[in-house]
């Protein structure tokens, strides 16, 4: 019999957009000095959202002097036991409306309601209710009986996992005393204003947290801003570049998350079903629109022969689609131009002679699509082996013994995560201490957690998220 | 292929030990997240109503009770022929399962509906007899006229690493049954681990299953999520190995309408398409039938019936 799933696709009706969104500045939401626009869009069927303000120079200035404020009259000087009630307030709100964030993520983002639901937002209550607990603790975390906040952080954070990254700036900063000036990526701002809404519910003082709207430009002035004593920025390697030579001769503090070419190596004692969804996750979870994907499958040659099919089978069995059904694994592709950039990658491929499959998979007519693509004949050399895709594409490369493997893994200007998977517990260790990257996932692969640091090596970056060592960033 | 290398043709000990702990590991922590995610896939609308009836139609309906009697057992056969009186499109159950005694009982019951009678043999559920009792219960269940035989291992000899002891059991059984189709219940509660599960998987396979069966029922736990995917996989390896489909039986625990799905998406994006049909695919259970009945009238009637609407046995 074919099992035919019918579509379950989650109600919109929890989410109430409006026309047009302001920006969050001094705890009102106020029209954007520039008059300019921009439009958020569906990439699941390419419909508009809604308008959002983009801030201008004189915005930020507006923002940094709201958040400069707050910090030196009410939130620097609170108590942490009082930061921690309003930290644990957001967290509580965001459970509560977390149906509503999911559902808005994924109409803005493209990703899997299953994703948001069951990972993203979770997440996001989690790493407001971890460092609330921070908030009146932070004599005890190891920076000395009395650490001081910086001030007033930038905060610049990508399209990926939008309300994710918020969390994952905001949370630390407020905790530690510091007030924040946050820029969401331009094609996902939605949630990051649904955020502005809740810290209005929670009665967060005014000029704590700022949010503010647009691209690139926008950015940059939030960068160069002079009033501001941290810079922390998630996204690409090639921005990253520019906000460090910004910020370079400054007094400003800088944590960078940057991109990744994660190497997830199978040895041949690894316990096969479970590799293979490990692979899959690695690489296909939220497009793999993510980071610390595990974008190489370093294989162990003895065992490829019999790899490579299950892995493809399991591949096959992926449900592309509606990103708001309940039974989608993989959703749209971010934007068009992101969409452009996987197109152009995987083409070097064709041309290098690099062996492409995908299974048979129809993609819907409107919005951006990209079937998952498993490159296999790949070389240290070829591009796809080299360049951060941030798609749903899996370059497999092949090894024979395990300082092979390492030094694969190693030969990359990246260094963010990577995938040990072996039965053998002397095995994991050894690789795992040679590799060079900043996570190591050994068994299981992309799982996060508020009390472990995140971060990486290399042109991945500098800094670390999360844990007692992501409080240190924002601590003087 | 190191899993699915065919066993060396002097079956000993050691030959078996090779073989089952060549098999690679299973990853207990990544095994459960697997089943987990697939238990969140939302079966809606066509989807359900399709669902429910293929899980009637895999339904061993069982009664293993001390206490049965053969007016109970009469009454189990006339539901499984017709599962809800008010409604006859509701399909047949795939067998009804008791003990040895009742078989001749329920033979004579089900006399024209097509529905077998599977009996559990082999000193069920424990499993601790002499082999020519065990051999014996088991020819006279078939002789009484089942259709198929539900046998146990001999955990304790699989857990002490006697294969071969094992193997020799499920073979003897296998040719005491004849036509009948053997089930071979692994007790996966009592083996513990996955990687046990994975092996008893493939000893049964390989020493002649027609299906392997999780559980008794007796023992918590009994049929989870994770150990019918662990065995799924192996059916699906070992047609790979061998062209041969050797089907799966979860039994014990799965009680409600939303855990008889959740084993029926396991099927499907595991073994693939081709187990879903009875003749791959059981599910042991007793309270389960009504479960199923009432959300199939929920779905045609929108309206829940009250459970005084389906008969108890």
């Given at each position: 019999m074919?099992?035919?799933?019918?579509?379950?696709?989650?109600?919109?009706?929890?989410?109430?957009?409006?026309?047009?969104?302001?920006?969050?500045?001094?705890g009102e939401f106020t029209p954007a000095l520039s008059g300019e626009h921009l439009t958020s869009l569906n990439p699941a069927d390419e419909e508009t959202l809604a308008r959002v303000s983009v801030a201008g120079e004189a915005d930020v200035d507006r923002a940094v002097v709201a958040a400069r404020r707050a910090q030196e009259n009410v939130w620097g000087r609170m108590s942490g036991a009082e930061r921690g009630k309003y930290l644990f307030r957001i967290a509580r709100i965001i459970q509560e409306r977390s149906r509503e964030l999911a559902v808005l993520e994924s109409m803005d983002n493209g990703k899997p309601i299953k994703e948001t639901r069951d990972v993203d937002l979770p997440l996001v209550a989690a790493h407001f209710f971890y460092h609330a607990g921070w908030a009146d603790k932070l004599a005890h975390a190891g920076f000395g009986p009395d650490p001081r906040p910086l001030g007033v952080a930038a905060q610049i954070i990508p399209w990926n996992f939008p309300l994710l990254m918020l969390a994952w700036k905001v949370a630390p900063a407020l905790a530690t005393g510091n007030t924040v000036v946050l820029k969401p990526a331009e094609t996902t701002p939605l949630t990051a204003l649904v955020f502005a809404e809740i810290c209005q519910e929670a009665d967060l003082p005014p000029g704590v947290v700022n949010i503010l709207t647009g691209a690139g430009e926008t950015?940059?002035?939030?960068?160069?801003?002079?009033?501001?004593?941290?810079?922390?920025?998630?996204?690409?390697?090639?921005?990253?570049?520019?906000?460090?030579?910004?910020?370079?001769?400054?007094?400003?503090?800088?944590?960078?998350?940057?991109?990744g070419k994660g190497a997830n190596i199978v040895y041949d004692d690894a316990a096969l079903d479970q590799a293979v969804e490990g692979v899959v996750s690695g690489i296909f979870f939220n497009q793999g629109h993510v980071c610390c994907a595990g974008s190489r499958l370093l294989l162990q040659e003895s065992i490829a022969e019999e790899f490579l099919p299950r892995l493809k089978e399991r591949v096959a069995k992926l449900r592309l689609g509606d990103p708001l059904d309940k039974n989608t694994d993989i959703g749209a592709i971010n934007s068009a131009a992101q969409l452009e950039r996987i197109r152009e990658l995987t083409d070097t491929a064709d041309e290098e002679g690099v062996e492409r499959w995908s299974p048979e998979c129809a993609l819907p007519e409107s919005g951006y699509w990209f079937a998952p693509t498993v490159l296999t004949g790949v070389g240290?050399?070829?591009?796809?082996?080299?360049?951060?895709?941030?798609?749903?594409?899996?370059?497999v490369l092949t090894f024979r013994t395990p300082e092979e493997a390492v030094t694969k893994a190693n030969n990359t200007p990246y260094g963010l995560s990577a995938g040990v998977w072996t039965e053998k517990g002397s095995r994991m260790l050894w690789t795992a201490e040679r590799l060079r990257a900043g996570v190591i996932w050994s068994n299981t692969f992309n799982k996060f957690d508020p009390t472990s640091p995140f971060g990486g090596y290399k042109e991945s970056g500098y800094g670390r998220e999360g844990g007692r060592h992501g409080l240190e960033a924002y601590l003087g | 292929m190191p899993h699915t290398a065919t066993v060396p043709e002097a079956i000993t000990d050691h030959a078996l030990r090779a073989y089952l702990h060549g098999l690679p590991g299973v990853?207990?922590?990544?095994?459960?997240?697997?089943?987990?995610?697939?238990?969140?896939?939302?079966?809606?609308?066509?989807?359900?109503?399709?669902?429910?009836?293929?899980?009637?139609?895999?339904?061993?309906l069982t009664t293993l009770e001390g206490a049965d009697t053969p007016g109970?057992?009469?009454?189990?056969?006339?539901?499984?022929?017709?599962?809800?009186?008010?409604?006859?499109?509701?399909?047949?159950?795939?067998?009804?399962?008791?003990?040895?005694?009742?078989?001749?009982?329920?033979?004579?019951?089900?006399?024209?509906?097509?529905?077998?009678?599977?009996?559990?043999?082999?000193?069920?559920?424990?499993?601790?007899?002499?082999?020519?009792?065990?051999?014996?219960?088991?020819?006279?269940?078939?002789?009484?006229?089942?259709?198929?035989?539900?046998?146990?291992?001999?955990?304790g000899a699989f857990l002490a690493g006697r294969y071969l002891k094992v193997y020799e059991e499920i073979a003897a059984v296998k040719e005491a049954c004849g036509d009948a189709h053997l089930k071979v219940i692994l007790e996966t509660g009592e083996l513990v681990t996955?990687?046990?599960?994975?092996r008893a998987s493939h000893l049964a396979m390989r020493a002649g299953a027609d299906f392997i069966k999780t559980s008794t029922g007796k023992v918590s736990p009994a049929a989870t999520l994770p150990v019918t995917l662990i065995m799924l996989e192996a059916v699906r390896d070992h047609h790979a190995a061998t062209g041969r489909r050797i089907g799966v039986k979860p039994a014990g625990g799965i009680r409600t309408t939303k855990d008889a799905i959740r084993n029926l998406v396991l099927v499907n994006e595991t073994a693939g398409p081709e187990w879903l049909t009875p003749d791959l695919f059981r599910i042991g259970a007793s309270s389960l039938l009504n479960d199923l009945l009432m959300q199939r009238t929920r779905l045609s009637t929108g309206t829940y019936p009250g459970p005084d609407h389906y008969t108890q046995d």
């Open positions: 074919i099992f035919e799933y019918a579509p379950a696709p989650e109600s919109r009706s929890v989410v109430h957009l409006r026309e047009t969104y302001d920006l969050f500045i001094d950015g940059r002035a939030l960068v160069d801003h002079p009033g501001t004593d941290k810079v922390a920025f998630t996204g690409s390697t090639e921005v990253g570049r520019g906000i460090a030579r910004a910020v370079a001769g400054t007094d400003k503090r800088l944590t960078l998350e940057l991109g240290q050399a070829h591009r796809v082996a080299r360049e951060e895709i941030f798609g749903p594409v899996l370059s | 990853d207990e922590v990544g095994a459960r997240a697997r089943a987990q995610d697939l238990a969140t896939r939302s079966i809606k609308t066509t989807a359900k109503a399709a669902a429910i009836d293929l899980a009637i139609s895999m339904v061993d109970k057992v009469r009454s189990l056969c006339v539901k499984a022929a017709l599962p809800d009186p008010a409604d006859r499109t509701v399909p047949k159950v795939g067998a009804v399962c008791v003990y040895p005694d009742m078989v001749a009982v329920a033979v004579e019951a089900l006399r024209g509906t097509g529905i077998g009678v599977a009996s559990v043999a082999t000193a069920f559920p424990a499993g601790r007899a002499p082999m020519e009792v065990k051999l014996a219960d088991t020819r006279r269940a078939v002789a009484d006229g089942a259709a198929e035989i539900d046998m146990v291992i001999d955990r996955y990687d046990n599960v994975r």
